[in-house]
């Protein structure tokens, strides 16, 4: 399993804006795709944003779309999460993933819901807290 590492989590107002990023050091001329997921508490992990290898398709959650955005650095193997106009809801635990097996690059032209489903990222971060109060 290849190392994940998150960064840039914290506390913020509502209304404002956070930026997570997330690297794989082996993923090094790799193809391969990136994601991020949510989850509070015990409830069931929700994926929110992902990145194809080439970066040019994307998908997000209808809870995050028009407020955050992925990028991608390939040359740092880095994916990026901007989140802006932050509400309270989106409090959670935010989690990377990242596999070197893409969903095939049709569920993303379609904005497939499959692209974010947990089984088909088998590398994770630790996770990052992100706590937005009201």
């Known amino acids: 399993q290849a190392q994940v590492v998150e960064s840039g989590g914290g506390s913020v107002q509502a209304g404002g804006s956070l930026r997570l990023s997330c690297t794989v050091p082996e993923f090094t001329n790799v193809r391969n795709c990136m994601a991020w997921f949510r989850q509070v508490s015990e409830k069931e992990r929700e994926g929110i944003a992902a990145?194809?290898?080439?970066?040019?398709?994307?998908y997000y959650a209808d809870s995050v779309k028009g407020r955050f955005t992925i990028s991608r650095n390939n040359a740092k193997n880095t994916v990026y999460l901007q989140m802006n106009s932050l509400k309270p809801e989106d409090t959670a635990m935010y989690y990377c993933?990242?596999?070197?097996?893409?969903?095939?690059?049709?569920?993303?032209?379609?904005?497939?819901?499959?692209?974010?489903?947990?089984?088909?990222?088998?590398?994770w971060g630790q996770g990052t807290q992100v706590t937005v109060s009201s």
């Open positions: 990145s194809y290898t080439d970066g040019d398709n994307t």
């Open positions: 993933a990242a596999s070197t097996s893409c969903p095939p690059l049709v569920f993303w032209v379609l904005q497939e819901e499959r692209v974010v489903a947990d089984h088909e990222y088998n590398n």
